[in-house]
Structures are given as C-alpha cells and as structure tokens.
C-alpha cells in the first residue's frame, strides 16, 4: 500500500540531536529522510562570562529565551547561580518549543505568543509595548538578529544579551548527497533557518548549486523564504508554523501537487 511520501527522497538539514522526529515522521509517511546536518550547536566556552550573567539574572525584569538551545545548553534549574523562578523576574519564550524547554527546566513561562513564533510576535505582545525603565536579559547564541533588542531599546528598556551557545558548520560526509544530486533523486529540501540554508550551500561544491535551486524547498518563515529567494531557488514553500509536523505536511504539498510553483 503507498504511503504519501513513498520513497520521497527529503533532505533534513536540521541539526543532528534535532533531526530524529522530523525524520521519523518523514519514514512514517513512507519517504527517505537524508540527514545531512548543516548547522552544529556548541557550547561558548566563556563559562565565567555565563555564571557572571546567570548570577545577576535577578536585577531584570524580563527574561527572553530565544530558542530551545538557549534553555538547553546549560541547567539552568540546577544550582546556586542558576535561575530559579522569582516573582519579580517574567519570562518570555519566542515560540512552543521554547516554551515547552522552560517548563522541563522548572521554569514557568509569563509571555508566549498566541500566533506567531519569532521576534516580532513577541514584540507585538501587550506586555512589550511600554518598556520604559524595564531591564531585559535576552538569553541566545552568538550573534544572530538584532530587532528584538532594538526594538525593545526604543520603547524604553535597557537590553543585555546573555549568549550560551554559538552556530557551527559541522564535518559531514557529503558522498550520499553527491551521489544523489547526480542521479537527480533529491526530490525535497527541509530547512529551519538562515544559517541552515546558508550552510547548505558552502557544504557543496558549487556546480552542484545550479541543481538545488530547482529542488523544491521548504522553509517555515519568510524571513527564510526572502533570503532564499535571493540566493536563487525557485521553488519555495513556507510552513504556517515551526513544528516538525508542519513541515511533514508542507512536504507532503510539495510531492502531491498541493502547491503552485511560480514560473
């Protein structure tokens, strides 16, 4: 009996400890997920920096956790300097799975937006619109957008950045993808950020770049749809959330003709 995705060949480019999910419920529908990673998550290694941040978390009023790697680099729940909840301190998650990390770490989320799951739905919230005089501690990986932040500072707060992980371009044989581009069997690709898909391209050799831009590609902002729009593929599908259950889905579009490609 065929599946929906049977023998659908999708690339995950999620991180390694990130991809098992999507990619089960790739198999599930009947499709070949291919993992080839094109983003690694590590520590920082300025642990003093960190502890010194963690230990004035106190002083603020907000907290903002960025993503799951924000919350799940360190334990945040464990000992003396870590966080532990405090009336006078809220905490903000931008997006479910952050949220859902905060609660395993014990620690309670005061903001998650309803729709949406990036900066600006946080920044859309009612409780973010009159900062002035609020101190913020944005918790995230190294560099990344500023808008948050920026924003923030121009309704009133004062905004520090507490940075806990940094965005690396992992080792990764890349001779099943080669193999696979030559004998055109790619028939999707699945990425979840700017990074990722960046990443994706400095990973192979480019006289195979031409190929990818005509593979259908599925984003789940766009933000990630923009960028990639401009970098010179054609075919681009945006997710309506993050979930890995809706990027299953939009794949499933891409393969069943649910989508209309631009010509």
């Known amino acids: 009996m065929n599946k ?12 390694a400890h990130q991809a098992k999910n999507l990619c089960e419920l790739l198999e599930k529908q009947g499709g070949v997920a291919i993992r080839f990673p094109t983003l690694a998550i590590a520590a920082l290694e300025n642990t003093q920096a960190i502890q010194a941040g963690l230990a004035q978390w106190m002083t603020y009023q907000w907290l903002i956790f960025i993503s799951v790697n924000a919350v799940t680099m360190h334990s945040y729940y464990s000992v003396d300097d870590k966080i532990k909840k405090n009336n006078s301190v809220r905490i903000a998650a931008i997006g479910k799975a952050t949220a859902e990390a905060l ?21 859309a919230m009612p409780a973010m ?19 948050l932040a920026a924003t923030l500072r121009s309704r009133g707060a004062v905004v520090d950045y507490l940075e806990v992980y940094q965005r690396i371009i ?54 990630i749809r923009h960028i990639a729009a401009d970098i010179g593929f054609k075919r681009i599908a945006v997710t309506n959330s993050p979930s890995d259950v809706a990027i299953l889905e939009t794949v499933k579009m891409c393969v069943t003709g649910g989508l209309a490609w631009p010509n």
């Open 103 to 123: 609660l395993l770490a014990g620690l309670p989320v005061d903001l998650l937006p309803e729709q949406g799951f990036n900066s600006e739905a946080v920044l």
């Open 170 to 223: 992992p080792s990764f044989d890349n001779s099943a993808l080669y193999l696979l581009l030559t004998q055109n069997k790619l028939d999707v690709i699945t990425v979840t950020s700017v990074n990722a898909l960046q990443n994706l391209l400095i990973m192979l050799n480019e006289q195979y770049h031409q190929q990818l831009f005509w593979i259908p590609l599925v984003v789940i902002s766009d933000r």
């Open 4 to 15: 929906p995705l049977n023998d659908v060949r999708v690339l995950v480019t999620r991180p």
């Open 129 to 147: 619109q009159n900062m002035q005089g609020q101190r913020c501690l944005i918790v995230r990986g190294l560099g990344g957008r500023e808008e």
